[in-house]
């Protein structure tokens, strides 16, 4: 069994706030626009970290993390990408990689918008956790937290706090 957090879209924070809600998870997804390799590396000493890079990520993050990430955790299939789309609009590269993978759970970034959404049509999990960061035209920060014990995903959670500057 394995607790997993999944965020998005930090532009560079990683605060009390994540961190607090993600203390008893086993690893951290990141889906791309962590901000800086020095935050990716501030994450990554806190919890496991599995990341992608996004279209705000310089050259030493794209250096250090690829546009996806494919992987198992217990009997779950995993592809993780920044510009994905969500089911029925997926972007044409996340589609083809969807189709060739076939993952049980896909989580993608970029809209700042937090979307869980089952697509009956590639039998998986769309996960979108919003933005994690302060930057950006969102209004409040979400992160997603849960489990996967074998091939069952369940214990979704979900993190809301007002974005500063924002009512």
């Not at 996806?68 to 955790?73: I, K, L, S």
């Not at 779950?76 to 969807?98: E, F, M, N």
């Amino acid at each position: 069994m394995r607790r997993i957090g999944v965020i998005s879209d930090t532009h560079g924070t990683f605060d009390e706030v994540l961190c607090d809600f993600l203390r008893d998870v086993d690893e951290i997804w990141h889906a791309g626009d962590i901000g800086s390799i020095e935050l990716a590396d501030k994450i990554a000493k806190f919890k496991p970290l599995r990341a992608v890079y996004g279209n705000i990520d310089g050259g030493d993050t794209r250096y250090a993390y690829q546009p996806f990430a494919h992987f198992r955790v217990e009997d779950v299939d995993v592809l993780i990408t920044h510009i994905g789309g969500y089911p029925r609009h997926y972007s044409p590269q996340a589609l083809q990689k969807i189709q060739a993978c076939r993952p049980k759970i896909f989580v993608s970034g970029h809209s700042h918008i937090l979307r869980v959404e089952y697509d009956k049509v590639y039998d998986l999990l769309h996960l979108n956790p919003g933005a994690a960061g302060c930057y950006g035209f969102h209004k409040v920060r979400t992160a997603l937290r849960f489990t996967i014990d074998g091939s069952d995903i369940k214990d979704m959670e979900l993190g809301e706090w007002p974005r500063a500057g924002h009512k």
